[in-house]
């Protein structure tokens, strides 16, 4: 099946980023959000990364000035549903909650083509359980990009038990298509990177409230001991405390295994609204965004 236009679902942080590199590739790509503001954000995000690739030599993984207006000019925001009707593939990176995602897929099935893909970008949630909300079984897959998705080479291709070949086949060639290295998973929570990188990242959060080390220290110790790019610390309040507060429900949840429960320190600082980089503080300070300070607790 040929894909040429590409329907994103929320122009987050992933949303537009799929978006991003789905227009860089080729594709027509039109993002539905709720409020006129929200994809003004995300396209102003995606401005920012299209400019920092154009400054990047091309053999670096940069683009050429005229590779960053052709993408530009391929991607198009909407607040209407109807505008999304003859895409051939439709990927949702909406907020991670079950009911407002089932209400949307449950809205488009009506509005897009009978061969339209369904794909979503949800990290924990089960994709089985989607698809179910969906008259197109077969159709649905997930497609787990990570963030920043311009950066990241990763797309894990996620499969039901009722994802029809051809339709996963689709996915994994779409996925190579937009410059990503798919790996073939099936749908069991957490999928591949978020079942090793999760405890990994709470056990990380016990050992300091055990005093194993300072913050830095143990982002020091993970980054240059074993060459990761960032440590845990510095990770977790990357991709968010909520949403990794969120994933540890879900997988706790599938497995009753306490690797994948929540430390008490990292329920604290949720509930005190402490999200990580987004909201300014999280296990650093980001009150100079250039130079973060650690916290203690
Ligand atoms: N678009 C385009 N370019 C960008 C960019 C973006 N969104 N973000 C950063 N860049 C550029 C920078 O401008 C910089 O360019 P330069 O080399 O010309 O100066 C270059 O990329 C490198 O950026 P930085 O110097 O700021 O920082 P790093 O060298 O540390 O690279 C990183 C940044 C790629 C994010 C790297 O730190 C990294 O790989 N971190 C780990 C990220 C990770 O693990 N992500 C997965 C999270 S898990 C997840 O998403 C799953 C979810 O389900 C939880």
């Given at each position: 099946m040929a894909i040429k236009k590409v329907g994103v679902l929320g122009c987050g942080l992933m949303g537009s980023g799929i978006a991003q590199v789905s227009a860089m590739a080729g594709y027509d790509v039109v993002v539905l959000e709720a409020e006129q503001k929200a994809i003004d954000k995300g396209f102003s995000g995606i401005e920012k990364s299209l400019g920092k690739l154009s400054e990047k030599p091309v053999e670096k993984g940069g683009i050429t000035a005229q590779q960053k207006d052709a993408a530009r000019a391929r991607l198009k925001g909407t607040l209407n549903k109807q505008d999304l009707a003859d895409c051939d593939i439709i990927i949702e990176a909406i907020i991670e909650n079950v009911d407002i995602k089932k209400t949307m897929y449950a809205d488009l099935d009506g509005i897009v083509k009978k061969d339209c893909i369904f794909a979503t970008n949800t990290s924990s949630i089960s994709v089985t359980e989607l698809m179910a909300a969906t008259k197109r079984p077969e159709r649905f897959i997930g497609l787990h990009f990570f963030n920043p998705v311009p950066l990241m080479k990763l797309v894990e291709v996620v499969r039901t038990i009722a994802t029809a070949p051809d339709v996963f086949e689709t996915a994994v060639e779409f996925g190579k298509s937009v410059g990503k290295v798919p790996v073939r998973t099936s749908d069991k929570t957490g999928f591949i990177v978020n079942r090793l990188l999760v405890p990994y990242l709470l056990d990380a959060i016990r050992a300091y409230e055990e005093g194993i080390g300072s913050i830095s220290d143990i982002d020091n110790a993970m980054k240059l001991?074993?060459?990761?790019?960032?440590?845990p610390f510095t990770l977790l309040d990357f991709v968010g405390l909520d949403t990794t507060y969120y994933i540890t429900h879900v997988m706790f949840d599938e497995?009753?295994?306490?690797?994948?429960a929540s430390p008490a320190l990292l329920k604290r600082m949720v509930l005190a609204g402490w999200y990580g980089r987004k909201s300014g503080?999280?296990?650093?300070?980001?009150?100079?965004p250039n130079s973060p300070k650690e916290n203690r607790f």
């Open positions: 001991g074993c060459g990761y790019p960032m440590g497995f009753k295994e306490r690797r994948f503080n999280g296990f650093y300070n980001y009150a100079d």
